[in-house]
T-cell receptor, first 110, second 116 residues
Framework: DAKTTQPPSMDCAEGRAANLPCNHS???????VYWYRQIHSQGPQYIIH???NNETNEMASLIITEDRKSSTLILPHATLRDTAVYYC???????????FGAGTQVVVTP | DGGITQSPKYLFRKEGQNVTLSCEQN?????MYWYRQDPGQGLRLIYY???????QKGDIAEGYSVSREKKESFPLTVTSAQKNPTAFYLC???????????????FGDGTRLSIL
């Protein structure tokens, strides 16, 4: 499985956009990029995933570079409830394990 | 509402005791998974199952056992052979295959197991 690199922490002001980077330089052609987040003492929450096109849903946008070696998760208007650890994962199978790294601790401040 | 239910939320184990963690889903998902999370770390896969009556070991299966007698249920037993069972245990499920072959896993809210 391809590995990912994320900054250990980020701060973001409430109401502003939060841009979370992820490097996955060894990603293979059939591997998807997934984003999850985990609020303290809860299970991970699925946010979004994509293969090569940019994706948007009600929670966030996912921007994948043309060479697919990196991606950015965008939370358009961060709220205090978005404070969590955000995980970027690459995954080849339609099912099977998710390889979680250490993630990025995002703290949204008033 | 559809979802994944894990119980109990907190569980205490005595030395030498087996304990079973429950995971039930009403999402009609084929695949189910058990992960373990230690403080400040990511999740590690214990066992997973694609269909009823079939399951495979994950990365850290030693000291654990599972069964999959029903599609909606995937209980995890932490046996006395697991010497360091204190952790946060997470159950997940997902669709297998379909027209959109890459489907996300959805997680329950976890069971926190501690040693007495």
């Amino acid at each position: 499985d391809a590995k990912t690199t994320q900054p250990p922490s980020m701060d973001c002001a409430e109401g502003r956009a939060a841009n979370l980077p992820c490097n996955h330089s060894t990603i293979s052609g059939n591997e998807y990029v997934y984003w999850y987040r985990q609020i303290h003492s809860q299970g991970p929450q699925y946010i979004i995933h994509g293969l090569k096109n940019n994706e948007t849903n009600e929670m966030a946008s996912l921007i994948i570079t043309e060479d697919r070696k990196s991606s950015t998760l965008i939370l358009p208007h961060a709220t205090l409830r978005d404070t969590a650890v955000y995980y970027c994962i690459v995954r080849p199978d339609s099912w099977g394990k998710l390889q979680f790294g250490a993630g990025t601790q995002v703290v949204v401040t008033p | 509402d559809g979802g994944i239910t894990q119980s109990p939320k907190y569980l205490f184990r005595k030395e030498g005791q087996n304990v079973t963690l429950s995971c039930e889903q009403n999402l009609n998902h084929d695949a189910m998974y058990w992960y373990r999370q230690d403080p400040g770390q990511g999740l590690r896969l214990i066992y997973y199952s694609q269909i009823v009556n079939d399951f495979q070991k994950g990365d850290i299966a030693e000291g654990y056992s599972v069964s999959r007698e029903k599609k909606e249920s995937f209980p995890l037993t932490v046996t006395s052979a697991q010497k360091n069972p204190t952790a946060f245990y997470l159950c997940a499920s997902s669709i297998v295959g379909g027209t959109d072959s890459n489907q996300p896993q959805h997680f329950g809210d976890g069971t926190r197991l501690s040693i007495l």
